[in-house]
Structures are given as structure tokens and as C-alpha cells.
């Protein structure tokens, strides 16, 4: 759960809008990025989310929730892609 709660601050901290959630992953979507886009940007960079291209989540990315080491892995792709990525 506070790796969850990290991950949710963080990512939120970096402009996504996470929904809520009590599971062991998050939705999350960027205001500026789709849910394809990120999810082939974190690919490059050997990071797996999951996106699903159906209606109402297709703007989401699925991010399961891991150890602190691979949440810090994540973050550091997302600013890594959102400073050099154009907006969609």
C-alpha cells in the first residue's frame, strides 16, 4: 500500500491524473501524452505498462505496483519521455 501511495504522489506530482485504487496497480493518464504513446515510450526504455486501446481507457496506461527499486525505474522513464516527448 505505500509503495501504491508513492507511486500515485509521484506520478501525480508529474501531472498524471491517477485514479483511485486499492489494487496492486493504477490507471494513470497524462493530460498531454496518450496511454499508446507512453506505453511505447516506456517500451524504448525497457519499462512494461499495460494499454488498453478500448473506449474510456484508451488515454490510461495500467501500471502494476512493484518494488520501490522498480518504481524509482519507472518515474525516471516518465520524466525522461515527458521531457523529451511532443505532446500528442
Excluded: N
Excluded at 485504487?21 to 493504477?26: E, G, H, M
Excluded at 504513446?37 to 484508451?58: G, M
Aim: no cysteine; glycine share 6%; net charge positive.
Amino acid at each position: 500500500m505505500e509503495e501504491r501511495d508513492r507511486m500515485t504522489r509521484e506520478l501525480s506530482r508529474l501531472g498524471f491524473e491517477v485514479l483511485p485504487s486499492k489494487a496492486d496497480f493504477v490507471f494513470a493518464r497524462h493530460p498531454t501524452h496518450g496511454g499508446a504513446e507512453l506505453a511505447a515510450a516506456l517500451r524504448k526504455q525497457r519499462v512494461l505498462v499495460r494499454h488498453f486501446d478500448k473506449p474510456r481507457i484508451a488515454d490510461y496506461v495500467r501500471i502494476t505496483i512493484g518494488a520501490s527499486t522498480e518504481t524509482d525505474r519507472l518515474l525516471a522513464a516518465l520524466t525522461r519521455g515527458l521531457e523529451h516527448a511532443a505532446p500528442s
